[in-house]
T-cell receptor, first 111, second 115 residues
Framework: DAEITQSPRHKITETGRQVTLACHQT?????MFWYRQDLGHGLRLIHY???????NKGEVSDGYSVSRSNTEDLPLTLESAASSQTSVYFC??????????FGPGTRLTVL | AQTVTQSQPEMSVQEAETVTLSCTYD???????LFWYKQPPSRQMILVIR??????QNATENRFSVNFQKAAKSFSLKISDSQLGDAAMYFC????????????FGKGTKLSVKP
């Protein structure tokens, strides 16, 4: 069955370190998204991609970057992790028909 | 800018009873889609139901149905015959027809189901 996976599921890192969260989907979807979920804020869009070599900034993109070298993967990089980036991160993909399917999430703690 | 508001931070329902979760949204667009997602303690985001704005008929998925009031910009979720497994956070979400899927979420409603 097609699916979307994220790794790691849990990550603890230190302030200032570079961190990369992986997202891999086998749906063959062109559209991929990264969200963060914080108490009291719901899910907020970080970055998104509509296809290979395409990336776009979302609502809360500062301190994050993405790259899209193939259809299946959209890694999210925190260039210099900050405590304010402690959150749960969700990757999602869409077939372009407006319904998104989510990965299981990554809980990131920045100490 | 589009916004989604869920005015009920927490709700409670007795097992086998019916509960309605509220959602309102603000948009100036005519082409859009609305969703309800369920997030159980496992943290997985699960699509519950989807509504296209151009459809007048309310969407239904088994025990889940919506009351879509386009003029009032209201999109409530009704859960019938509530089960213990329905206990979760429920998020209402909006996307513009031209956005290729960028979702705007409400802050969620935590639903508890009492046995």
């Amino acid at each position: 069955d097609a699916e979307i996976t994220q790794s790691p599921r849990h990550k603890i890192t230190e302030t200032g370190r570079q961190v990369t969260l992986a997202c891999h989907q086998t749906w063959n979807h062109n559209n991929m998204f990264w969200y963060r979920q914080d108490l009291g804020h719901g899910l907020r869009l970080i970055h998104y991609s509509y296809g290979v070599q395409d990336t776009n900034k979302g609502e809360v993109s500062d301190g994050y970057s993405v790259s899209r070298s193939n259809t299946e993967d959209l890694p999210l990089t925190l260039e210099s992790a900050a405590s304010s980036q402690t959150s749960v991160y969700f990757c999602a993909s869409s077939d372009g028909l407006h319904t998104q399917y989510f990965g299981p999430g990554t809980r990131l703690t920045v100490l | 800018a589009q916004t989604v508001t869920q005015s009920q931070p927490e709700m409670s329902v007795q097992e086998a009873e019916t509960v309605t979760l509220s959602c309102t949204y603000d948009t100036s667009e005519s082409d859009y889609y609305l969703f309800w997602y369920k997030q159980p303690p496992s943290r997985q985001m699960i699509l519950v139901i989807r509504q296209e704005a151009y459809k007048q008929q309310n969407a239904t998925e088994n025990r889940f149905s919506v009351n879509f009031q386009k003029a009032a910009k209201s999109f409530s979720l009704k859960i019938s015959d509530s089960q213990l497994g329905d206990a979760a956070m429920y998020f209402c979400a909006y996307t513009s027809g031209g956005s290729q899927g960028n979702l705007i979420f409400g802050k969620g409603t935590k639903l508890s189901v009492k046995p």
